[in-house]
């Protein structure tokens, strides 16, 4: 799948080769230690980049809200 | 007022193969209108992994409400998760950014094993719409109820395709063998004929 900027694209494929490994092999089976961290660096300062170049609401995307007081409760079960 | 929207999906995939199959389900060949996929966030803390991904979507606006509101061609979406593998539970939550006042979609889904079939998983999916623009309110929510209900469709068809490519890669190969052995019987139950053949000849009342 793209990127938000196509000049990450490669960037993006090349970390979601190594996440996806981790992810599988190592994070499911209780092994947390971080394999992708430079790529992700390198890809994370690409994105940001082009997030920023779009002019979107960068606040309201960098707050958390699942698991905080802000995430919604879930709607009333109907009687 | 907000409408809400709750729906159950079942796939038949252990709960392993659906966290991994998140990841990778985009693009799929029922999402179109998903335009392009990044994670922004990304973080391991007790365990549990903490991702925040950015989506831009086509934004179809209804026709009526094209005429009175400029609404961006695209939308973007942050998508935030929780994957707890000790738990086996993995929980996202979507929303748009931009444009909520004109109509906000919130959706929660949790992801759990199957409770009647371990082998399987769960999908519980809660969704909200609310929409504060003055006097097209209750039409946008409905018409946002009506697209959210057609693109979960897609989403539960689209996830599907991606687990059967990730993990069907043993059918063919159960194929192949089952094939051979159908082969070596039938070779078998041929040079057991050809032995027995004078045998059934003088014996030819057999039906």
């Known amino acids: ?79 | 007022m907000v409408k809400y929207y709750t729906s159950t999906a079942l796939f038949k995939y252990t709960w392993d193969q659906v966290a991994i199959a998140l990841w990778q389900r985009y693009p799929n060949p029922y999402s179109k209108h998903v335009l392009s996929e990044d994670v922004v966030h990304r973080e391991v803390i007790n365990g549990k992994l903490y991702t925040k991904r950015l989506l831009t979507k086509t934004n179809p606006m209804p026709r009526w409400g094209e005429h009175f509101v400029r609404g961006p061609r695209h939308i973007c979406v942050v998508e935030e998760s929780i994957v707890d593998p000790k738990n086996k539970s993995l929980t996202t939550y979507t929303r748009n950014i931009g444009m909520q006042k004109l109509l906000t979609i919130i959706e929660k889904c949790d992801y759990i094993q199957n409770p009647e079939n371990l082998r399987t998983t769960q999908c519980n999916r809660w969704a909200w719409f609310q929409s504060s623009f003055y006097g097209f309110r209750r039409a946008l929510q409905a018409f946002g109820v009506e697209r959210y209900k057609s693109n979960v469709t897609k989403n539960v068809k689209g996830f599907n395709t991606t687990l059967e490519q990730l993990f069907m890669t043993d059918i063919p190969q159960q194929t192949k063998t089952k094939q051979k052995l159908t082969e070596k019987a039938k070779h078998a139950v041929d040079l057991a004929k050809s032995k027995t053949q004078p045998l059934l000849t003088s014996s030819s009342q057999l039906p």
């Open chain 1, 1 to 79: 799948m793209n990127s938000i900027g196509e000049e990450c694209t490669n960037l993006k494929r090349n970390y979601e080769d190594c996440f996806n490994k981790w992810f599988s092999e190592k994070f499911l089976k209780g092994n947390n230690e971080d394999d992708c961290a430079p790529l992700f660096k390198v890809y994370q300062t690409c994105v940001k980049k082009a997030i920023k170049e779009k002019n979107l609401d960068l606040d309201c995307m960098e707050k958390d809200v699942l698991g905080t007081e802000f995430e919604k409760p879930p709607p009333p079960v109907s009687k």
